[in-house]
């Protein structure tokens, strides 16, 4: 089994900071890329940032130059920190990982329980 586990998230002001952070752990191989996505009510889930093993970094564009994207390849790590939020930035953030579980086999999407961040005008 694998298991991503988020912590974080919470209530804040618009122009506050959060971060996220998620955990890897179980039975994996190796990780690709990792990153954190979200999804407010009524919307599809949607990308935030994304960074590969080679700490390659991708951002939506609402969240550029705001949000930034970190990862500890040995600890299985990855944060988002969150600056300058606004009440649109309001959603669940979900983990994301692909990971490989062998060294023969495919890589599986895996996906956190969520955590949620909330911001207030």
């Known amino acids: 089994q694998v298991h991503l586990v988020e912590s974080g998230g919470g209530l804040v002001q618009a122009g506050g900071s959060l971060r996220l952070s998620c955990a890897a752990s179980?039975?994996?191989?190796?990780?690709?890329?990792m990153g954190w996505y979200r999804q407010a009510p009524g919307k599809l889930r949607e990308l935030v940032a994304t960074?590969?093993?080679?700490?390659?970094?991708n951002y939506a564009d609402s969240v550029k130059g705001r949000f930034t994207i970190f990862r500890d390849n040995a600890k299985n790590t990855v944060d988002l920190q969150m600056n300058s939020l606004k009440p649109e930035d309001t959603a669940v953030y979900y983990c994301?990982?692909?990971?490989?579980?062998?060294?023969?086999?495919?890589?599986?999407?895996?996906w956190g329980q969520g955590t949620q961040v909330t911001v207030s005008s």
């Open positions: 994301n990982a692909l990971i490989k579980r062998d060294l023969w086999g495919d890589y599986y999407d895996y």
């Open positions: 179980g039975n994996i191989f190796i990780i690709g890329a």
């Open positions: 960074i590969t093993t080679g700490l390659n970094t």
